[in-house]
């Protein structure tokens, strides 16, 4: 799929914006701190509802206005899509997509694709854990709303029973605690599953990219670091997380909080056996994050049908003439919205039919 239009009002720095994009490639260029990540980020909401720096929507409103409004219209195969989001200070905010108002704002999942890839995402295999299951979960959200349903209710039941945990005192709250394990138990398992089945299909998808990336210098395996050992069968893994939380017990009562479940969760990142987490490289984690992103946007044509739209936040010059090249060749199916604070870092890009916005103090002008 492909974007077509933006508009702003009152959105981060930017008063009132309206662009028309281009089908292929879009080129955001200018100084530091003018209002070009802004831009991706809007495009970021309109597919996830969601910002990807913030999770307070009131920061996105401008400084001293209390309202703030963005519409995105994308063009798919056989169809067109719009989404509008309205962000009022202290107030859930309300999307509408196709003109119709969502009763759930969950429900904008699944219209507009989008990829990103960030200087963070470059860092996705040196960081923690958490990094690697948020890859994971944006992905997975954004193909499957009920993925995305299943995840917020399990962080509210885990919360409920790590209360439950600090408050354990007698009988009743051992009995109250069954309860939120059976909870938590049903909507985690549902979850592994779900990740699971995408690590089996990014796992092909990735060593392939990485073969070609590494001139089939590289072997790169994904795994499913499940906290929960996983078993295919859904009874016999909702038993294993049975098990694995009563032998927790005594701990998770000591510390407060749950050890055991998907929110502890992993990927395995290996090149021929060596863990590329603890001893790859600087450059072999960035080319694994490279091949992963890569994959997830093939795994997102293969679910949906559609290439998403990819959105390269400040990544080009952190990658090396062969990566970049590789990367272009790769994704000429795929529309990108670029940001650089220096053009003349894009040299392997076919700028022919691009479209090269300045951006400048909230100013958006078009030289071509
Ligand atoms: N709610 C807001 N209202 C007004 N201005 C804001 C708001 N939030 C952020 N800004 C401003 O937006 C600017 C940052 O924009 P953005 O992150 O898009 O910069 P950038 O062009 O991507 O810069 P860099 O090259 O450093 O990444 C800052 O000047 C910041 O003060
Ligand atoms: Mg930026």
């Excluded at 009152?10 to 209002?35: P, T």
């Excluded at 989001?85 to 219209?111: G, Y």
């Excluded at 990103?116 to 995402?121: A, K, Q």
């Amino acid at each position: 799929m492909y974007l077509k239009r933006l508009k702003l009002i009152n959105f981060r720095n930017y008063k009132e914006l309206e662009l028309d994009l281009n089908e292929k490639l879009n080129i955001f260029v200018g100084n530091n701190a003018q209002g070009k990540t802004n831009i991706v980020e809007a495009i970021y909401m309109s597919s996830l509802g969601k910002s990807f720096r913030t999770s307070k929507d009131k920061e996105l409103i401008m400084f001293n206005r209390n309202q703030s409004y963005i519409k995105v219209e994308g063009q798919k195969k056989y169809s067109n899509v719009e989404v509008e989001i309205k962000l009022v200070a202290n107030k859930k905010k309300r999307i509408k997509v196709n003109k119709l108002s969502l009763s759930k704002n969950s429900e904008i999942l699944n219209n507009i694709y989008v990829v990103i890839f960030s200087p963070e995402d470059l860092r996705l295999i040196k960081e923690g854990p958490s990094e690697r299951r948020k890859f994971m979960d944006n992905e997975l959200s954004q193909m499957k709303p009920y993925y995305f349903h299943n995840l917020n209710s399990y962080n509210k039941i885990l919360i409920q029973r790590n209360h439950l945990l600090k408050n354990m005192r007698g009988k009743d709250n051992e009995f109250m605690l069954e309860v939120w394990d059976e909870k938590l138990i049903d909507v985690g398992v549902k979850i592994i599953e779900e990740r699971a089945r995408f690590v089996k299909r990014i796992t092909p998808l990735s060593r392939l990219i990485h073969r070609k990336i590494t001139n089939n210098r590289e072997n790169l395996e994904v795994t499913y670091l499940s906290n929960i050992d996983y078993v295919e069968d859904t009874n016999k893994l909702k038993d294993m997380f049975k098990k694995q939380l009563k032998e927790a017990l005594k701990i998770d009562i000591k510390r407060g909080t749950t050890t055991v479940g998907p929110h502890r969760d992993d990927l395995g990142v290996f090149i021929d056996k060596i863990d590329i987490r603890s001893f790859g490289s600087q450059g072999q984690q960035r080319t694994c994050a490279l091949s992963l992103k890569l994959a997830e946007i093939e795994l997102v044509k293969g679910e949906t049908g559609e290439y998403p739209v990819l959105l390269l936040d400040d990544v080009m010059s952190e990658l090396d003439i062969n990566r970049q090249n590789f990367l272009i060749k790769a994704l000429k199916d795929v529309q990108l919205f670029i940001t650089t604070t220096e053009i003349n870092n894009l040299e392997e890009l076919n700028m022919d039919e691009a479209f090269i916005f300045h951006v400048e103090n909230a100013q958006v002008n078009r030289s071509r």
